[in-house]
T-cell receptor, first 112, second 111 residues
Framework: ETGVTQSPTHLIKTRGQQVTLRCSSQ?????VSWYQQALGQGPQFIFQ???????GRGNFPPRFSGLQFPNYSSELNVNALELDDSALYLC???????????FGSGTRLTVV | ELKVEQNPLFLSMQEGKNYTIYCNYS?????LYWYRQDPGKSLESLFV???NGAVKQEGRLMASLDTKARLSTLHITAAVHDLSATYFC???????????WGAGTKLIIKP
């Protein structure tokens, strides 16, 4: 049973709109990463937060932004949605001293 | 730029057979991960390989890492239908826990 929960599970948005996806990690998991997985492809790293600061970013434009909160929750915000943003968005958290990541069940975003 | 290549991308095999999935990566890394994904589901961690020569086994799956060759393998022994899934390898970029992923190997095991 995963200790990482994501909401919502599914979402349909219109091109140009903004969306916020949420992730709740286990207590003590001070590192959270977000990934985008298009259908039939491997996940793509969006960014990572450690102790509420962004400490790594993949090849995604600034309209992808995030926040991490003291209670181990985090958000992914996407502005000006494009059709190509349609994908499964995965949140993953890791606790200090553990090399592995635990992934949430994901949010399936469809942009129409 | 770190690139991760898996092969094959698709594999259909009979139950009881053995096979190996290969994961090559382009630059030095000390950490390699294998994950499983069932259709419409999230990613399940299988193995974390942390050093050259590391070998880990769980049930019918065994993973190994050769950092000098920049190669990891996932070996399946006497496959069973329940192992049907897509398998991903991922490499840690810059030892900063930012994972670069292969395209995945879709494995179908026929009864």
């Amino acid at each position: 049973e995963t200790g990482v929960t994501q909401s919502p599970t599914h979402l349909i948005k219109t091109r140009g709109q903004q969306v916020t996806l949420r992730c709740s990690s286990q207590s003590g998991h001070n590192t959270v990463s977000w990934y985008q997985q298009a259908l039939g492809q491997g996940p793509q790293f969006i960014f990572q937060y450690y102790r509420e600061e962004e400490n790594g970013r993949g090849n995604f434009p600034p309209r992808f932004s995030g926040l991490q909160f003291p209670n181990y929750s985090s958000e992914l915000n996407v502005n000006a949605l494009e059709l190509d943003d349609s994908a499964l968005y995965l949140c993953a958290s890791r606790d200090l001293g553990n090399y592995g990541y635990t992934f949430g069940s994901g949010t399936r975003l469809t942009v129409v | 730029e770190l690139k991760v290549e898996q092969n094959p991308l698709f594999l259909s095999m009979q139950e009881g057979k053995n096979y190996t999935i290969y994961c090559n990566y382009s630059t030095t890394s000390d950490r390699l991960y294998w994950y499983r994904q069932d259709p419409g589901k999230s990613l399940e961690s299988l193995f974390v390989l942390l050093s050259n020569g590391a070998v880990k086994q769980e049930g019918r799956l065994m993973a190994s890492l050769d950092t000098k060759a920049r190669l990891s393998t996932l070996h399946i022994t006497a496959a069973v239908h329940d192992l049907s899934a897509t398998y991903f390898c991922a490499v840690d970029m810059n030892s900063n826990y930012q994972l670069i992923w292969g395209a995945g190997t879709k494995l179908i095991i026929k009864p």
